[in-house]
């Protein structure tokens, strides 16, 4: 599976531009630095206190709110394929797992998203992915395999002055549904950007590029969740949940 994935994710991801109809502002005109696909995502969010949020921005960010509210979101998945433009997938980072946890910001009326940290089971994608743009990433040790229809996921930081850890398991639970603009889901999904630190000054912004998330209600069983950034309560109430079997990302360099 993971083979015929690496044959077929490049002229994937890179049609991926034929489908821009929903982005809500044009294609960068610049070519695209790096592809990647993504399986079996879970998309688990929570609601969050904006103000105690709005602490843990840098300058030159705002919490984006929907009706009111922030979001905090953990996505662990697997990188099925990564490569750069113009180049075949990466095999020591394809086939890596990874778990996201990111927030919803905006600057310069472009909404996007804020990432508090990645979680990487490969130490070259962390390195690169620190080095090339500048992305909190970390080692991690990490493993999953499907069992009677789920995905167990393990995750345990090593580097870290407290546990960064994930244990649990996850499925789909219903059919593909499309995102409808000015939902929940919509606002959750349909991100166009990434803001990234800066060594000096504001964070800055790189372009993404997808076709509309294909998302799945889903079920999960954290049993163990200590992913949020400190200062914030994630995880007292029941997250919003959805599965995506598999997704093509662009990134841009930032700017």
Excluded at 30 to 40: A, E, H, I, S
């Amino acid at each position: 599976m993971i083979g015929l994935e690496l044959l077929r994710s490049p002229a994937r991801q890179a049609g991926a531009v034929r489908q821009a109809e929903h982005r809500p502002w044009p294609l960068p005109e610049r070519p695209w630095l790096l592809g990647q696909t993504v399986n079996d995502v879970l998309l688990a969010h929570w609601r969050v206190p904006a103000a105690q949020l709005r602490a843990l921005l840098p300058e030159g960010l705002e919490p984006d709110l929907h009706q009111g509210e922030a979001w905090l979101s953990m996505t662990p998945a697997r990188l099925a394929s990564v490569r750069l433009r113009g180049t075949l997938p990466v095999p020591r980072v394809s086939g890596a797992l990874e778990v996201g946890v990111r927030t919803y910001v905006t600057a310069d009326d472009r909404p996007g998203v804020w990432l508090f940290s990645v979680d990487v089971s490969s130490a070259l994608a962390a390195e690169a992915g620190r080095r090339l743009l500048g992305l909190p990433l970390h080692r991690a040790r990490m493993s999953t395999r499907r069992r009677a229809g789920w995905v167990e996921y393990e995750s345990a930081r090593g580097d870290a002055p407290r546990p960064f850890v994930l244990s649990g398991r996850f499925r789909a639970s219903g059919p593909v549904e499309v995102p409808e603009p000015g939902s929940l889901e919509h606002f959750l999904v349909e991100r166009f950007c990434l803001y990234v630190p800066s060594r000096s000054g504001p964070p800055r912004r790189a372009e993404m590029h997808h076709a509309v998330w294909p998302l799945q209600p889903a079920e999960a069983e954290l049993e163990l969740n200590t992913m949020a950034p400190d200062g914030l309560g994630a995880g007292a109430e029941e997250p919003l949940l959805h599965f995506v079997g598999r997704h093509d990302l662009l990134l841009w360099a930032p700017t």
